[in-house]
């Protein structure tokens, strides 16, 4: 298959916490057969040992942040518990740019953002739990929160499942394989976009001259 340039796009997974997206996110971003750059967040919180700066986030201070949002480098940001997180937009611009397609794990909130600021280059997809029992044993069997946690996490579910209707795909995950096989049709299918492939032109044009050299 002749190789045509193209723009790259953001793709965007958002789902209630034990749907699965971090689980995707992580497995696509670190296959290097999907080509997907994932996008690294600045955050004024502080670096935890376990974490890598440059690769878990980048880690500033509370006035380079803010000097950021005032210039409107920030494609997304939000404030949690205090602690400031965003997604820088030149380099996710520059990735694009290039050709490159970058992952995002978000919320809706961040979602609407980012969309707000790159419409044409935003591909959204909301990962569902197959029912709200087995979202509960799901949080349940990652031990990792109280039952309280798991409770709230469980309200929250509600509230984020609400906007399932404000992205452009829907993946239903009661097996990760179909998930994992879905989201690689949908990114086939978008990289193939004629919006998206900035030298079809060139080559159709090329196409169109030959055909006129072998009349």
């Known amino acids: 298959m ?50 890598i700066d440059g690769r878990h986030y980048n880690f500033i ?16 940001w939000a404030e949690v518990h205090g602690n400031f997180y965003g997604t820088p937009r030149r380099p996710v611009e520059r990735v694009l740019a290039e050709g490159r397609d970058m992952i995002f794990d978000i919320d809706y909130q961040g979602t609407r953002q980012v969309r707000g600021k790159l419409s044409e ?59 994992f096989d879905a989201l690689k049709g949908i990114l086939t299918a978008e990289r193939l976009k004629r919006t998206r492939r900035t030298g079809l032109t060139g080559f159709v044009d090329g196409l169109l001259t030959e055909a006129e050299g072998s009349g």
């Open 2 to 51: 002749a190789t045509i340039g193209r723009r790259g796009f953001i793709l965007i997974l958002s789902s209630p916490s034990g749907a699965g997206k971090t689980t995707l996110t992580r497995a696509v971003a670190g296959d290097p057969a999907w080509g997907l750059d994932l996008s690294i967040s600045v955050t004024t919180r502080q670096r935890r040992p376990s974490e």
């Open 61 to 76: 201070d509370r006035e380079a942040f803010d000097a950021l949002r005032a210039r409107d480098d920030l494609l997304e």
């Open 121 to 179: 280059d935003v591909v959204t997809i909301f990962i569902l739990p197959p029912s709200m029992a087995e979202l509960r044993s799901r949080l349940e069997r990652r031990a990792e929160d109280s039952p309280e946690t798991i409770e709230k996490r469980l309200a929250n579910a509600r509230v984020e499942i609400q906007r399932w209707n404000e992205y452009d795909y829907v993946i239903v995950n009661d097996d990760l394989q179909n998930a």
